[in-house]
């Protein structure tokens, strides 16, 4: 790994950051926003110039979003350094990498040691080294973005990982980069990051994926699914199970974190991110058997309101409708998903659960509460 390495002073201790066609599986396309005009961006659009190789800073990047956007960054050309705590190692080797491609990222990849929650320390170093763009992959406060604008004033731009979850519940779908959100859900301090972004005069650009799978992925979305199939179990979905959600695969957000650098198009605006169709949760856990090559799964519907599960969490996805429209990113930035979700699920199964890694033990605790009930009330 290449050599920059600034140490923090350690005055306080660390805190956690977070970082084909769907027609048997009740996939479902329903009517979004049109754009008058198509902005067709050509092909290869992605690629910088030399000419354009920027120095890059990426807040997190040891943790799934980052893993391969930083990939691509370096493939790029671009120089690019991570922040991180330095708790996790600054690279891995990915499932499926060759050996010359990790060697080649890991001699290129620079690290920035520190804690973020230190505004002093984040000031003063990012100061000393002058960087042209910031990707903010796990920023949740706004607090923790003011220090990085003060100390780069002539940031280019400032690029955000913020979320669907900022919209309003509404009855109106998909939701639209124009709708209006809710102050009081649990991802408001992304969305003050946005409003500070917008207010501070810097050149920005957010990013709001919905649901995101793919391999390393941290959160229990196909994992959960993966799990239960595995083991041979009955699937229980909440309710009717023609809920409708959407997904979109990690590296086509990274690809998307990489068409808004230096895109003019982008320049302080929103985006909507994720997969191009939308699937019942019934459907998801049809597409995940089929991802994995398991049979036909057996779905249990039960009423959620039936039980108490304490503090457990039995079910991964919000009980409601909720996806998103991508036509916007799709018209303005030439975005088009490289993955359909089954194509999507079979490449996080492979190179990931499918390989026997996965990020959380299998806790069937809560889905003992509902089978049993369930198949007490048919005996």
């Known amino acids: 790994m290449a050599k920059l390495v600034v140490l923090q002073p350690t005055k306080q201790p660390p805190i956690s950051l977070l970082s084909s066609s769907l027609s048997h599986f ?100 990012l100061s000393a080294e002058g960087f042209d763009v910031v990707y903010d992959i796990n920023g949740r406060e706004a607090v923790e973005v003011e220090p990085i604008l003060d100390a780069l004033p002539n940031l ?4 955000y990982c913020s979320s669907a979850g900022v919209y309003l519940k509404s009855d109106i779908l998909p939701h639209c980069e124009v709708d209006a959100v809710d102050p009081k859900s649990r991802h408001k301090g992304k969305l003050n990051t946005e409003s500070l972004l917008e207010k501070s005069g810097v050149n920005w650009t957010s990013l709001r994926p919905v649901y995101i ?14 799990h239960r199939l595995k083991a041979g179990r009955p699937i229980p979905i909440p309710n009717s199970g023609v809920q409708i959600t959407q997904l979109g695969h990690v590296k086509d957000l990274a690809t998307a974190f990489v068409r808004v650098l230096g895109n003019e198009k982008a320049s302080k605006q929103v985006f ?30 039960y009423n959620p309101k039936e039980f108490d599960f304490g503090k457990k969490k039995a079910f991964p996805f919000r009980d409601q409708h909720f996806f998103a429209s991508v036509e916007k990113a799709k018209h303005v930035l030439g975005l088009k998903p490289e993955f ?6 079979t490449d996080s199964y492979n190179l990931d659960f499918g390989r026997g890694t996965y990020r ?5 605790s809560t889905d003992d509460m509902i089978l049993n009930k369930t198949f007490a009330l048919q005996s």
């Open 26 to 125: 009740n996939g479902t396309k329903l009517c979004q926003i049109q754009y008058k005009r198509k902005v067709c961006q050509p092909k290869g659009a992605l690629h910088v110039a030399a000419s354009s190789t920027k120095k890059i800073l990426i807040m997190g990047g040891t943790r799934f979003i980052g893993v391969f956007l930083s990939r691509l960054l370096v493939k790029e050309g671009h120089q690019v350094t991570l922040f991180t705590r330095g708790k996790a190692p600054v690279t891995q080797q990915l499932p499926g990498e060759s050996d010359s491609d990790y060697s080649d990222f890991k001699s290129k990849i620079l690290h920035l040691k520190g804690d973020r929650q230190d505004f002093e320390f984040v000031k003063s170093s």
């Open 156 to 159: 280019e731009q400032f690029i």
């Open 213 to 226: 799978y793919g391999p390393l992925n941290y959160n229990p979305v196909e994992e959960w699914f993966f």
């Open 272 to 301: 909507n991110i994720s997969g191009e169709k939308y699937v019942t949760f019934d459907g998801l856990a049809k597409a995940c058997a089929k991802a994995g090559g398991f049979p036909e799964p057996e779905i249990v519907h």
């Open 340 to 345: 359909d979700l089954v194509e999507g699920l």
């Open 360 to 364: 959380k033990e299998a806790d069937f």
